[in-house]
């Protein structure tokens, strides 16, 4: 029902280095997006502090192809302190910038922010994210974050999910979501979302700057065994890094987080039935 490539709004307003962009920007990318056959579209408050909802209220309005639309509720209105109160105001805050009087899935936006307690405690994040499901507002709830432990024993504690994104956690570089999130995930009827593919723009248009910078440099000595084996075989860098985890029938869809029509364009290209073969896989993760 979903793309295999949805897009992420993390950049619609344009990167850091590039300045505050106008509306019409993140726009121009929806609508390229909707033309090429994209029908999933993720967002939070957090991106641009509001601005990547904004962008989406206006690229979406009057759209008649079915689409299906995420958010998350965190980080905004600040203090956030998840309990009911601040979810519900963070939620309708948001649908307000969505222009929207519901959404598909709502997602507490990186769990770890708010620890077990502020998720499954009395007055706390998922009793409000159950009213909201309840009335209507979203059809469903979703989970990310980066502690991979944290989201897995979610999970494995309540239905309620019906979605979990990981970034950076799962692709060309490392595996380590695959070892517990996934299984259970899967084990859960949980969709799996692969989010920032390209670890951060590492595997792509940011591998000088991060190299620079020293950021991921852990990883620099992998990239190389993995560059290495790509280039034995011909392949290049983000085609095969998407199409990676493409090839695992337990990722749902990949969450591309592009800055441009360009970067879209790129990522949606690989969603032609072309996956890796198993020996290929077998290679790179043992690069």
Same mark, same amino acid.
């Given at each position: 029902m979903v793309s295999e490539i949805g897009l992420g709004g993390s950049w619609f307003y344009g990167r850091p280095e590039m300045g505050l962009q106008p509306v019409s920007y993140?726009?121009?990318?929806?609508?390229?997006?909707?033309?090429?056959?994209?029908?999933?579209?993720?967002? %939070?408050?957090?991106? $641009?502090?509001?601005?990547?909802?904004?962008? =989406?209220?206006?690229? #979406?309005?009057?759209?008649?192809?079915?689409?299906?639309?995420?958010?998350?509720?965190?980080?905004?209105?600040e203090p956030f302190d998840y309990t009911r109160d601040t979810v519900w105001r963070g939620f309708e805050a948001s649908l307000k910038r969505l222009q929207r009087d519901r959404v598909d899935l709502v997602q507490i936006h990186e769990s770890e922010? %708010?620890?077990?307690? $502020?998720?499954?405690?009395?007055?706390?994040? =998922?009793?409000?994210? #159950?009213?909201?499901?309840?009335q209507g507002l979203a059809t469903h709830i979703g989970l990310t974050g980066s502690d991979l432990d944290?989201?897995?024993?979610?999970?494995?504690?309540?239905?309620?999910?019906?979605?979990?994104?990981?970034?950076?956690?799962?692709?060309?570089l490392t595996q380590v979501a695959r070892e517990r999130l996934v299984p259970t995930a899967a084990e859960r009827d949980v969709a799996v979302i692969a989010a920032s593919p390209l670890h951060g723009g590492?595997?792509?248009?940011?591998?000088?700057?991060?190299?620079?910078?020293?950021?991921f440099a852990d990883l620099f000595e992998r990239q190389e065994r993995v560059e290495a084996v790509l280039q034995e075989r011909g392949l290049e860098g983000v085609d095969t890094g998407l199409r990676y985890l493409l090839s695992d029938p337990q990722v749902s869809l990949i969450l591309s987080g592009v800055d441009s029509v360009e970067e879209l364009e790129t990522s949606v290209a690989v969603s032609d039935g072309r996956y890796l073969d198993d020996e290929l896989v077998q290679a790179i993760d043992a690069a």
């Open positions: 993140g726009v121009e990318v929806v609508e390229r997006a909707i033309e090429l056959g994209v029908n999933y579209f993720d967002t %939070a408050p957090l991106y $641009g502090k509001g601005r990547s909802e904004e962008v =989406l209220g206006h690229a #979406l309005k009057g759209v008649t192809e079915p689409y299906y639309l995420a958010t998350k509720v965190g980080y905004l209105p922010q %708010a620890g077990w307690d $502020g998720i499954f405690g009395p007055g706390r994040t =998922l009793e409000a994210l #159950l009213e909201i499901r309840e944290l989201m897995s024993d979610i999970l494995t504690e309540s239905d309620a999910f019906v979605s979990v994104i990981t970034f950076c956690k799962y692709d060309l590492l595997l792509g248009s940011k591998r000088d700057h991060w190299r620079e910078q020293g950021r």
